[in-house]
């Protein structure tokens, strides 16, 4: 018997892979632009993101959202590659 698959869009996908993907796509300046906290804008870290993401609710909603329209978004440029979370966080060996 299979479990159920989850109908969660975010469901396998941490905290640190959204934050990683979304500074990819839009870097720290235009993401400090788009969600206006701190930890985007002045001296920029995954680190320092996650600690203040991870205790403070509205932020991560705010980061999840981003995070899944960005999923769904045409590349912003001709030449940037579509987005696919799963390329980034596992590596293949040829």
Excluded at 4 to 18: I, N, R
Excluded at 61 to 72: C, P, Q, R, T
Excluded at 80 to 91: D, I, L
Aim: proline share 7%.
């Amino acid at each position: 018997m299979t479990a159920p698959l989850s109908k969660d869009p975010l469901h396998g996908v941490t905290l640190e892979m959204q934050v990683n993907a979304l500074v990819a796509r839009f870097g720290w300046e235009k993401l400090g632009q788009l969600i206006k906290i701190n930890c985007f804008t002045k001296d920029p870290s995954v680190k320092s993101s996650l600690k203040f993401l991870r205790r403070t609710p509205w932020a991560r909603a705010e980061v999840e959202a981003l995070y899944l329209d960005s999923l769904h978004e045409e590349p912003v440029h001709q030449d940037e590659p579509s987005f696919n979370p799963w390329t980034s966080s596992r590596t293949t060996k040829s």
